[in-house]
């Protein structure tokens, strides 16, 4: 049976502590939902991405934005085996975008799927993806998204690398990333990020750092979207 939870290391928590805090949870947790059509497209994948410490051995990166696909559902935006895992919470739109390193050597797809779950669904399915580690299985990786004369022209099914899936339980999305190589190259054996950033891999993705991109750039995106989640919930009505 498949199942589903919290991935390649990144970190679901609550939005609010302390008094009020369910209702302040809970208050998030709506707004969250409503981001997809709430906000600009920058606020959520800036044209710039700055990260300090993301790339092998605490290098900084800066990515770039190449690409934003339109909004979407998600009937062909996955493999089929990762839709259905996702099934269960629905999907209610799909937003990605593309971006590259500074030298244009990777790209690296980065979405945020906006469910149609409550907090308890989204929690079910989080517990499902972590006691299967369907985050360390290479049929259940997210797609990539392309675009022609960008860096990411040929960058589609065979080209990925690595791959970071974070379902929320927080808010009702379900983050992800996927990278590889920029000059096309096939993988024949992708790496969950989480296996790639590990200290002494030396596998392909690891070594030129593949899993540092996905993990990394998943991991600020998902800041960012909690960041304007919470500038939105203090915001008086």
């Given amino acids: 049976m498949l199942g589903l939870g919290l991935i390649g290391g990144a970190v679901t928590g609550s939005w609010l502590t302390g008094d009020g805090a369910d209702e302040s949870a809970g208050n998030a947790f709506s707004t969250a939902g409503t981001l997809w059509h709430n906000v ?3 606020e959520l994948f800036p044209p710039t991405v700055q990260g300090t410490g993301a790339g092998p051995g605490g290098a900084d990166r800066t990515w770039t934005r190449i690409a934003v ?5 998600c009937a062909h935006a996955f493999d ?8 269960p919470v629905g999907c209610r739109r799909l937003l990605r975008a593309t971006y590259t390193d500074a030298t244009q050597t990777y790209v690296t797809t980065v979405g945020l799927l906006f469910t149609k779950a409550d907090p308890a669904a989204m929690s079910a399915l989080a517990a499902r993806f972590r006691d299967e580690h369907l985050d360390r299985r290479a049929d259940l990786m997210p797609r990539a998204y392309h675009a022609p004369d960008t860096a990411a ?3 589609g099914d065979k080209q990925r690398a690595s791959w970071t899936v974070s379902v929320l339980t927080d808010a009702p999305v379900v983050a992800f990333a996927v990278s590889g190589w920029a000059d096309g190259r096939t993988v024949d054996s992708p790496e969950p990020a989480a296996e790639a950033v590990r200290s002494g891999v030396t596998t392909a993705p690891a070594q030129a750092g593949l899993g540092n991109e996905a ?5 600020r995106i998902e800041r960012r979207l909690r960041k304007t989640v919470g500038t939105a919930t203090e915001k008086p009505s």
């Fill in 40 to 42: 600009p497209v920058d």
């Fill in 69 to 73: 696909a339109p909004d979407t559902g």
């Fill in 80 to 87: 089929p085996l990762l839709h259905k895992a996702l099934a």
């Fill in 153 to 155: 022209a040929v960058f």
């Fill in 215 to 219: 993990q990394g750039l998943a991991d």
